[in-house]
């Protein structure tokens, strides 16, 4: 194994410096060293998905997803590498120092396989999320043993009749002397089989509000056989191979010492634990994208069609195009919650609940997209087409789980009067750091994060940047007019914010709150693009760096809002698409980081 506890317990080659990483020096290399490493082995042991030999092949992936299991070979290789040391802070042994680097670490297990991804071990990081931000000192020491040994642990939020609604769950975790009693169910839990593990989100006081509930960390060898049981498996249409059932208990007596944090402290821990998930998971998903993008394109390059190739077909090669920046859209709104979670950690809140809400709607959209140009081969249920197809139905659920789009909007939906009052055109702007991906952070500050704030850095950072915008060439002015365009869409968002009734600021609100919430989610991913495409100009990605892609991608998000923007220069498409085509051929990753990849 290596020794660097950064990399301990992945092995493999060094992936050759590029530009961006030889402006890098001190701990910014170091970490960014660290993470090229973890993220190189990887992908040598994943293989070639092409490759009929690679027992995790497309072809294999396929059909464990047909049989309702996640790939052998899979798991296996995540148990070689100690995969669980990714869930673990650097400070109790394991290898989780930045949440950014955990989502591009991740990212690589999503391409191949979402149900992998999740089943395997997002669940264990969703429930370790809540000892990592609230629990004892022994809590914490013992949950980092159970992961590093390689087990795992659920996380159990859910009871089918309140979904999403926390504060209305009735599973009780009555007090008696020493400690609580269990007594409900909780349903549709990954891993309830299994996990030696469980978080628990349980009602200890009978009354009503946000104080009534608490989070306890529950050992299954603690727990009476009699008094606790597991549900049937559910069967689901997405993430097949994900192990979901549920949790039984009656008068199930458990210590005083597994509660987390203080009595009634539930719904804060929870709210603050989701900062953190909600900012990450949606950035790993943009793996599954990547792969489904390269899919087609493989396709539209590969297929004759009215004596052409497919991708010489204008709306194919239009939508690949799209399809790409929607996924470098996703990833600079992706790279700025995590990054904030670290820098900002005060206004993680609101970050993290955009993030939560547009990117996977966004994936979703764009997997619908690509799959128009497949055409009939996207029904096809074998070898990459089937993957993709499986990727059309995995990646929904993202959507859905702990923090669906709607309990997303209704985080956002309350703070946006006050932000309207206080941020917008007033604030300081983001601290350059933000926006870049390969410099160094410090550790994830757990015990910072904020449920709401009054301060917005990230919008700011539009504002700020207004003023020295580049113009010299045609696509520098199409990002110069498209910015002009999203500040005026900011000042419309303040006066509808600020004219909002006071129903219309709680979670209860009328759609039209909920419209607002969506387009100051679509602002928010104006702005990570914005200071992406300026943080690289300075040095770095010189794609990145060309005004083309940030043009282009700021001119899809204007159409998103309902606009009608100017027509782009006739350089931006070309530029971009052929970025599309670069990529595919020297086989490197879609995303932000242009990884080196297997296949």
Excluded at 128 to 144: F, H, I, P, Y
Excluded at 271 to 294: E, H, K, N, V
Excluded at 533 to 562: E, Q
Aim: charged share 25%; aromatic share 6%.
């Amino acid at each position: 194994m290596l020794s660097d506890p950064a990399v301990q317990g992945l092995r493999g080659d060094a992936v050759p410096t590029g530009q961006a990483e030889r402006l890098l020096s001190g701990a910014d290399q170091t970490q960014e060293d660290a993470a090229k490493e973890r993220v190189a082995e990887l992908e040598r042991r994943f293989g070639d998905p092409e490759d009929a030999a690679n027992p995790l092949s497309a072809a294999q992936i396929v059909a464990a997803d047909e049989a309702g299991e996640l790939p052998p070979a899979g798991e296996q290789l995540l148990d070689d590498v100690v995969f669980n040391a990714e869930f673990v802070p650097t400070a109790l042994g394991g290898r989780l120092d930045r949440l950014d680097t955990l989502v591009r670490t991740m990212r690589h297990v999503f391409r191949r396989d979402v149900a992998l991804g999740l089943g395997y071990g997002i669940t264990s990081f969703m429930a370790a999320a809540n000892v990592w931000t609230a629990g004892s000192d022994e809590q914490r020491r013992r949950l980092a043993d159970l992961l590093l040994a390689g087990s795992k642990v659920s996380v159990a939020y859910h009871e089918l009749p309140h979904g999403n609604d926390f504060v209305r769950n009735e599973f009780r975790a009555d007090p008696y002397p020493g400690g609580y009693r269990l007594n409900g169910r909780k349903e549709v839990i990954n891993n309830a089989d299994r996990a030696a593990a469980f978080s628990l989100f349980s009602r200890t006081d009978g009354s009503p509000g946000s104080r009534s509930h608490s989070v306890l960390l529950v050992e299954r060898d603690q727990l009476d056989a009699e008094r606790f049981g597991v549900l049937p498996r559910y069967s689901a249409v997405g993430v097949r191979g994900c192990r979901l059932s549920g949790l039984d208990f009656t008068d199930c007596p458990v210590p005083e010492s597994a509660r987390v944090g203080a009595v009634g402290q539930g719904v804060e821990l929870a709210l603050r634990s989701f900062q953190i998930t909600r900012s990450a998971i949606p950035g790993m998903a943009i793996g599954a994208l990547d792969t489904s993008l390269r899919t087609v394109v493989r396709f539209a390059v590969g297929r004759q069609l009215y004596r052409r190739t497919v991708m010489e077909i204008p709306h194919a090669s239009a939508t690949l195009t799209g399809a790409f920046l929607d996924l470098l859209i996703c990833d600079s709104l992706a790279l700025v919650g995590t990054r904030a979670v670290h820098l900002l950690p005060d206004e993680t809140s609101v970050y993290a609940a955009a993030v939560k809400y547009l990117v996977p709607k966004m994936l979703t959209d764009t997997m619908y997209d690509l799959s128009i140009v497949l055409g009939a081969r996207f029904y096809v249920r074998e070898g990459e087409f089937g993957l993709f197809q499986k990727h059309v139905r995995d990646l929904p659920v993202l959507s859905l789980g702990h923090a669906g789009s709607a309990a997303c909007q209704a985080t956002i939906i309350p703070q946006l009067s006050r932000l309207a009052r206080r941020a917008w055109f007033a604030g300081d702007e983001a601290p350059r750091a933000l926006f870049e991906p390969r410099t160094a952070l410090g550790d994830i500050p757990f015990d910072r994060l904020a449920l709401a704030s009054g301060r917005d850095s990230l919008s700011a950072s539009l504002v700020a940047a207004v003023d020295d915008l580049p113009s010299g060439s045609p696509e520098e002015l199409a990002v110069q007019a498209l910015v002009m365009r999203m500040l005026d869409q900011l000042r419309q968002l303040q006066e509808d914010s600020l004219n909002l009734s006071p129903q219309d600021r709680t979670a209860l609100a009328s759609p039209a709150s909920f419209a607002l919430a969506d387009r100051y989610a679509v602002f928010l991913a104006a702005a990570a693009v914005l200071g992406v495409w300026r943080a690289a100009r300075d040095g770095g990605d010189s794609f990145l760096a060309d005004p083309a892609w940030a043009a282009a991608a700021l001119h899809r998000l204007a159409r998103r809002l309902g606009q009608r923007p100017a027509d782009l220069p006739p350089a931006c498409e070309g530029r971009v698409h052929e970025e599309v085509l670069r990529r595919f051929h020297e086989r490197r990753s879609y995303d932000l980081y242009d990884t080196p990849l297997a296949g």
